[in-house]
C-alpha cells in the first residue's frame, strides 16, 4: 500500500505565519502548473514499484482554489498511471472561503471524500492578525455545510498566538467541538523564517508566547478534546470515532509515497527526495524533461532515526524489535531509555516505547536523545 501527495503551490494571500511553499500569482500559471503536476504523474509512475495506492491527498498551499476541472485532471491521470481500485482515502485542504455548494458538489463528484478545513480560530481578532482570507462566520458555515454534503471533516487550529489565553482557547474549542468535526489537528504557533510574524517579532512589534504558557495552552487542549470523546493519536492530531487520518498516519507508519508538485517529499523505505520549491523553476524542467528533485538516500541510521522522531510522537510508539532491525541498539540509547523511563517521560509495554502526558511536552527533545 502507498499514497500520493499532489501539492497545488498557490494561495489568494500569504498568512503571517506560513513558510509552507506556495505563491500568490495563481492565475498566470494554472495552466501550466497543472500540465506540469500531471506530466510528472505520467514521469514518475514507477516510483512506488506498482504498490496499491490507497490515499490520495491534495495539500498547499489552497488545494480548494482548483476548479473541478483541474482536480479532475489531476485524478484521472492519477487513475491512469497507477493501481487505484483500493483507494479509500481522497483529502482536499480547502480553506473556508473557498466551501461553497457548487465547489462540495464537485468534489463529490470527483471522489473526494475528506475535507481538511483551515479554520485556525473562530476569534475574528486572531484571524486578521493572521491576514487570513475568511471571517470566523464562514468558517462555521464552511464545517456546517460540509457536513451536509457528507464529507468527513478535519479542521486545524493554532494555539499558542500572542494576545492568546486560556479563555479565548475555551471559547474556540467549544465552538470547534459543536462543529463536530471527526478530525482536530491542532499546532502551536511556531515562528518561521520569512515570514510576517517574524519581521514582526525582530522590531519587537510582538512578543512570543513564553514555552510555559505554550505548555500550559496544550495541556487544557489536551484535556477538553479527550473529554469530548478525541483520541490524541499524535501529538497535534485527534479523532473521535476511529476518524485518523489514513494518509497522515502512513507517513508515521513508514508507508511509502509519492510527492507530486513543487516542494513535495517523496520516500520509498531506502531514500527521501524532494521537489524543487520554486514554481517556475519547477514548470520549466518538467517542460524540458529535466530532473525536479534532489534525492538523500537513507543510511540504516538515519531510518533508525526517523522512525524514532515520528513513531514517537503517535500512540502506536515505537518498537523495540523494529528498531533493532533497523540499526544496532547502542549503549547510549540504552542509558537515555532508562534515564527517561525514571523520569516519567515514557512508558514502557512489552517492547513498545510510547510518551507519557509529561512527555509529550518534550517530544523532539526525548526523540534527539534517543538518535543513534
Ligand atoms: C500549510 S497549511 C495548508 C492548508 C490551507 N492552506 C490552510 O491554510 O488552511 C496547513 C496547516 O499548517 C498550519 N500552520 C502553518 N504554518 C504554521 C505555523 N507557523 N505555526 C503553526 N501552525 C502552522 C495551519 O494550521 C495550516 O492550516
Ligand atoms: S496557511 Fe494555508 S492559506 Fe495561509 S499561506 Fe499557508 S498555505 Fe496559504
Excluded at 101 to 106: N, V
Excluded at 275 to 296: G, P
Aim: glycine share 6%; with cysteine; aromatic share 10%.
Amino acid at each position: 500500500m502507498a499514497g500520493i501527495y499532489i501539492h497545488i503551490p498557490f494561495c489568494k494571500q500569504a498568512c503571517s505565519y506560513c513558510d509552507f511553499h506556495f505563491s500568490t500569482t495563481f492565475e498566470k500559471y494554472r495552466e501550466e502548473m497543472i500540465n506540469a503536476i500531471c506530466k510528472e504523474i505520467e514521469v514518475e509512475h514507477g516510483y512506488l514499484n506498482d504498490q496499491l495506492v490507497e490515499t490520495i491527498y491534495f495539500g498547499g498551499g489552497t488545494p480548494s482554489l482548483l476548479t473541478g476541472e483541474e482536480l479532475s485532471r489531476i485524478l484521472n491521470t492519477i487513475k491512469n498511471n497507477f493501481e487505484t481500485k483500493n483507494v479509500e482515502e481522497i483529502t482536499l485542504e480547502a480553506n473556508p472561503d473557498d466551501i461553497s455548494p457548487e465547489k462540495l458538489a464537485s468534489w463529490k463528484k470527483n471522489g473526494i471524500n475528506r475535507l481538511s478545513i483551515g479554520l485556525q480560530s473562530f476569534d475574528q481578532y486572531d484571524l486578521d492578525w493572521m491576514n487570513r482570507a475568511h471571517n470566523a462566520n464562514e468558517s462555521k458555515a464552511a464545517v456546517q455545510l460540509a457536513h451536509k454534503f457528507g464529507f468527513n471533516t478535519t479542521i486545524d487550529l493554532i494555539y499558542g498566538l500572542p494576545n492568546s489565553s486560556i479563555e479565548k482557547l475555551k471559547r474556540n474549542l467549544e465552538t470547534a467541538i459543536e462543529l463536530c468535526p471527526g478530525h482536530i489537528s491542532a499546532y502551536c504557533l511556531t515562528i518561521e523564517d520569512k515570514t510576517a510574524l517574524k519581521t514582526w517579532v525582530q522590531k519587537g512589534k510582538i512578543k512570543p508566547v513564553d514555552e510555559d504558557e505554550q505548555a500550559e495552552q496544550f495541556n487544557y487542549l489536551v484535556r477538553e478534546l479527550a473529554s469530548n470523546g478525541y483520541i490524541q493519536y499524535e501529538i497535534s492530531n485527534f479523532a473521535k470515532n476511529n476518524a485518523y487520518s489514513k494518509h497522515n498516519s502512513n507517513y508515521w507508519k513508514g508507508i511509502h509515497y509519492l510527492g507530486i508538485g513543487p516542494s513535495a517529499h517523496s520516500f520509498n523505505g531506502n531514500s527521501r527526495r524532494w521537489n524543487i520549491s520554486n514554481n517556475k523553476k519547477y514548470v520549466d524542467l518538467i517542460q524540458s524533461n529535466e530532473k525536479t528533485y534532489e534525492i538523500e538516500k537513507l543510511s540504516s541510521k538515519n531510518q533508525f532515526n526517523e522512525y524514532v522522531m515520528t513513531g514517537l510522537r503517535t500512540i502506536w510508539g515505537i518498537n523495540l524489535n523494529k528498531l533493532s532491525e533497523l540499526n544496532e541498539i547502542n549503549d547510549a540509547f540504552e542509558k537515555e531509555l532508562s534515564h527517561h523511563l525514571d523520569e516519567g517521560l515514557i512508558m514502557r509495554e512489552g517492547e513498545v516505547i510510547t510518551l507519557t502526558e509529561k512527555g509529550k511536552l518534550q517530544a523532539d527533545h526525548i526523540a534527539a536523545s534517543l538518535f543513534i
